[in-house]
């Protein structure tokens, strides 16, 4: 009867240590997929609110078309707020790439004023389907077509779609040139 009660307690401590394994790695496994999750979960990116632009009135069209030209004109009479030739800012980069010829002269910081305006004195344009988008801030983007005449000859013209951006300021702040095809 000993040795039935022994062989008894052997098949019960097997039973309880067979069970013990299984219970653990069901623990571990299920500790892992929580780790798992929670790694997902904070590696999930939630896009911010995107805010819907602030509506623009006809009457601030107008406005930001006048400052556009203003800036336009203010380039071709190498006067320039923002710099003439600052390569920093990507409006003046989109701007002096709407005024310049293929093979024509190369204008630089060290130009001669008057040479500048001589050179840039037959550019003229006309910009069309003017539009603007006002942000939260009071900064703004303009869209425009641009049709660009040097001695009443089109020039550049597949790059007819510009972008300009400025601050609430009105200070330009960068830019985009759009090539068509």
Do not use: C, W
């Not at 013209?157 to 702040?173: A, I, P, Q, R, V």
């Amino acid at each position: 009867m000993n040795q039935k009660k022994y062989k008894l307690y052997y098949i019960l401590i097997g039973i309880f240590v067979i069970i013990s394994v299984i219970l653990l790695a069901i623990f571990l496994n299920l500790n892992k997929q929580h780790t798992d999750l929670k790694d997902k979960y904070t590696n999930i990116n939630v896009p911010n609110k995107k805010s819907v632009p602030v509506e623009v009135t006809p009457k601030e069209v107008n406005e930001y078309k006048n400052h556009v030209n203003d800036k336009l004109d203010s380039y071709l009479q190498n006067n320039l707020k923002e710099g003439q030739y600052n390569e920093e800012n990507d409006g003046v980069a989109v701007i002096r790439g709407l005024f310049s010829l293929t093979g024509g002269k190369v204008i630089t910081n060290k130009t001669p004023h008057k040479d500048v305006i001589k050179y840039y004195e037959p550019f003229d344009y006309r910009l069309s389907n003017f539009s603007a988008e006002k942000k939260d801030d009071g900064s703004y983007t303009i869209f425009s077509n641009i049709e660009v005449k040097y001695d009443g000859k089109k020039v550049n013209e597949h790059y007819d779609l510009f972008e300009l951006s400025f601050d609430k300021n009105g200070n330009m702040t960068g830019g985009h040139l759009y090539g068509s095809e």
